[in-house]
């Protein structure tokens, strides 16, 4: 059995139980013309709704990821992430709320010279130790040599890798799937690194199919999102595909137009889009539905994985 499937720390179960997740998060449908004018019925799935400091799929992939640190009598994660990492900051909301060390590496030797923006402040406040770092270093940070610096530094750490997609999130992200079962046709996803899609796809049903909406640029999503798969599962799952594009430009571009969709959408549908992720899905999905991508009848069900 895979790890968070096993026995978890006792202590660390009660504790999560005692934040009082949201969970299975509500699916309730929306009322949208674009999407009813074609015959289609569009659903949110409200994954933001599940913890208001650990949103979203960043409560799914964590979670396993504690528990694995658990089993292993690691009270200290250490992750990696930018400046802006939403992952960065649930991993040490999630310190701070369960009592765990977290250390958090970030890109960019330079930031350690600045005053720190608004998100890396909100971790540094919930007690994260940062570690600022060049970017020839951060992209080997996997390597033996770098893990054996931080080791060296920090002592000793469970590690959740950037973004915080392993095989653990993956796993974690299936539950998704399943609480989605019988419930649509098609599932949409926006993507920054794969583990949501990759677990979203892995727990629906057979005749249900997933869509995962890249924000960043480069084409590596369908790769990445496989090789989690494989780790996780053991093999490709379910029916899924990556769309390529809806990105605006790339991770953190928000041009107007995007802008006044997210704006014109939160208005409709009282809630608040999020910018990076949650608006560039829903932008494409709707386009989508625009070009008679589902056929009248489908049901289509999009995931809200964090709030704006
Ligand atoms: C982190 C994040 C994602 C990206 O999920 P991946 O599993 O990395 O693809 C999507 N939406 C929101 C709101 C996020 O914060």
Known sequence: MPPNHGPASPALTDALD????????????A????????GLRLLLKRDDLIHPELPGNKWRKLVPNLRA???QGSTTLLTFGGAYSHHLRATAAAGRLLGLTTIGVVRGAELADRPLNPSLARCAADGMRLHFTDRGTYRRKHEPEVLAGLRGRFGDFHLVPEGGSNASAARGCAALGRELRGAADVVAVPCGTGGTLAGLAAGLA??????????LRGGFLDGETERLQRAAFGARRGDWRVEERFHFGGYGKVPGELRAF?????????????????AKMLYGLTALAGEGAFPPGTAVAAV????G
């Open 18 to 29: 005692a934040l009082r997740p949201s969970l299975p998060s509500p699916l309730v449908a």
């Open 31 to 38: 009322e949208d013309e674009r999407f009813t004018r074609r």
């Open 69 to 71: 640190a658990a089993e």
């Open 206 to 215: 057979r005749e249900q199919r997933a869509i995962g909406f890249a924000v």
């Open 262 to 278: 997210a704006e014109d959408f939160s208005a409709r549908h009282g809630l608040a889009v999020e910018r990076l992720y949650v």
């Open 304 to 307: 809200v994985t964090g709030s």
